[in-house]
């Protein structure tokens, strides 16, 4: 009889729910979860090829030391040890943790109240900082805590959808179907993509505003200027749940026509279009993704388009709002639980006293960080420096996924101490470590993740775990009692992480803090195990529902308003004469990041064989590039070689190419290593979007 498990996908941030199968030979299919309310049933071509993914091929089975196999006990034994020896001798913030989106929230939880509450440092550090930061930091700003206000269903039920620096079909795929499902029941409804490249998601836009990168604050000063003279502008509920909007008008109308269209690159008429239809369309949702984030002016990108919903009063009813359109599976979960340097655990402020005051009081712990600690281009500088002496990576290549990815490489190779846990032997970070130790990988884990739209689900196991293999969370806690915290990492299932994750949230929160789920605080293993998806806030005594934030405030600033930020274009042109070029990278359709996973997949690697660059026709040709030949893309940091694309999709000035191939797949094909380590100063997120190199054939 074959068995059914409902569980999620682990690659992008939409969290579609997934039916795994193991018939009795102990073949895996899946399908979409009709029931999941993110997906009804949907999956997009990496969902449907999970099974294809899941071989042991490659997989590292045994812990590690020095390139051996050893034992648990031997490499936990050495991993406590050198990281304890390090903190004794150096200091905490000596030590690191840089870990993933791609862990489950309660990885997410142990590693972090390892690091903050017990070796007393803020050096832990995400990929989510690559991927989402300028929205948290942005969400932050304008509402005092890190909330997306809406729900996927507001995607559907608006009448304007913009999609800025999203090219949702390939990103968002089943998010992309929803809309196009919604556009051809309504025609009427109107969708607006502002993106460089003409995407496959222009393919259902009725305006595509190909803007220059970067041109994005600009875009949204001038509407916000438009807005506030026209009938659009909400002055009552900017007047009873706001502060700021004058400066942040100010700002705004000081940006004369010339300075918007230079700025933009755009034509005069499709800014009017463009301002006509938000201005008149109340139920409006603005989708933001890595464009908008993967910026030097992320955090000003993101305050800009909130700046807009603010002064109208569109946000948290159906169909209206901005929605942050996360892209890993589960950054949200990593926020929810402190997973950025500059967080603590439930969304609490490692900045704000009486926050440290309280996680330390609940979590009974000898110490609690006192500052923020390094974000992630700051911390792999740290390891060059020599600041940074014991580094645990866990479930993230950034040899490959890191900007600047050489420097990183032989930072890490550097590092005194390295240890990596991964469910592959063989990776460009793996080659480096100290310690190997096998992680679970999907199927095989148990935990939750929430998705974009702040959906909690299960992941839940249904294979046998391989060799010697184990969860990344039994790991951590392993190591915290082995540093002599055995009663703080007691944990002997995700459950037991996941009721102490959610009392946290409740604890001590009298509606004053964003997150709360703390109906789940006295979750039961049995409970756990049914635990239906739900949107989060949950408190005590409510019942999951619809949940939406802010149509009547209710913000997360002490005086309940929310801030209109008065935010500054910035330069948008990166050129020159001998790097004159600007590179946007970006994912592609069938691959997930470094392709540890979808690379196995012959179906997926159909779709795109090979690493890319497109480039407009004009500019091969001035340029000297043959469509289909090779082409060596290079900047002062590194240099990538790929195949040239050449299509009129790609606007002149720029080429595109995707993050995906690593040096496993194609020789040089690392585009990280070109990209320059620039990054948003409030965020930290790295500019990933706007690099300027060369390009020439190889
Ligand atoms: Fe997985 Fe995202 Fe595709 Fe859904 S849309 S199946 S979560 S990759």
Redo the contacts with the bound molecule.
Sequence with gaps: MAAEVKT?????????G?IATVDEAGAVSVK?DPEHPS?FG???????ALAETIDLDGRLLYPEIEGERSGWDEALDLVARRFSETIAEYGPDSVAFYVSGQLLTEDYYVANKLMKGFIGSGNIDTNSRLCMSSSVAGHRRAFGADTVPGTYEDIELADLVVLTGSNLAWC????YQRLAAAKMARPNMRIVVIDPRRTMTCDIADLHLAIRPDGDVALFMGLLAHLATSPAIDQNYIGAHTDGFGDAFAAAAALDINDLLERTGLPAMQIREFFRLFETTPKVVTCYSQGVNQSSSGTDKVNAILNCHLATGRIGRPGMGPFSLTGQ?NAMGGREVGGLANMLAAHMAIENTEDRDRVQRFWDSPVIAAKPGLKAVDMFQAVADGRIKALWIMATNPVVSMPDADSVENAIAACPFVVVSDILKETDTTRHANVLLPSLGWGEKDGTVT?SERRISRQRSFLDIPGDARADWWQLAEIGRRMGFAAAFDFDAPAAIFAEHAALSAFENNGSRDFDIGARAGMSGGAYDELSPFQWPQAAGTEPSITRFFAEGGFFHPDRKARFVAVKPPATDRTNAEYPFTLNTGRIRDQ?HTMTRTGKSARLSAHIAEPFAEIHPRDAIETGISSAGLVEIDSPHGKAIVRALVTDRQARGGIFAPMHWNDQFAARARIDAVVAPVTDPISGQPASKNVAVAVRPF
């Design positions: 999620t996908c682990p690659y992008c941030g939409v969290g579609c997934v979409g997906n949907r999956l997009c071509s990496k969902g449907s968002h795929p089943v998010i599976p998705n997930w």
